[in-house]
Nanobody
Framework: QVQLVESGGGLVQAGGSLRLSCAAS????????MAWFRQVPGKEREFVTG????????YYADSVKGRFSISRDAANNTVYLQMNSLKPEDTAVYYC????????????????WGQGTQVTVSS
């Protein structure tokens, strides 16, 4: 059973930084895509960034490009989201997701989700 556990959320002032972690377990992830999504109550879930294990390419939403960075630790099956220059509009619950297949920006194709971690950016 695949498990994704996020951590690292919190409250930060605008312009600050946070690093989220997603620890994945339950199987080998060599053919999996991993992604971060975020959601604000009353709004649709939004793709933030993602990649496919075994592929060096990474992908970002335009709204976070240049400010957020996704990285991976293959030995520990952990994915990180470094968020810099945070803005109040980045406030959301951030979710880690995984799918057995290539990268996608569509949340509905992801098979596994973490419980989410709240990120709040004050102005």
């Amino acid at each position: 059973q695949v498990q994704l556990v996020e951590s690292g959320g919190g409250l930060v002032q605008a312009g600050g930084s946070l690093r989220l972690s997603c620890a994945a377990s339950g199987r080998k992830f060599s053919n999996y895509a991993m992604a971060w999504f975020r959601q604000v109550p009353g709004k649709e879930r939004e793709f933030v960034t993602g990649f496919t294990w075994g592929d060096d390419s990474t992908y970002y939403a335009d709204s976070v490009k240049g400010r957020f960075s996704i990285s991976r630790d293959a030995a520990n099956n952990t994915v990180y989201l470094q968020m810099n220059s945070l803005k109040p509009e980045d406030t959301a619950v951030y979710y880690c997701a995984a799918r057995n297949g290539g990268y996608s920006r569509l949340g509905r194709v992801y098979d596994y989700w973490g419980q989410g971690t709240q990120v709040t950016v004050s102005s």
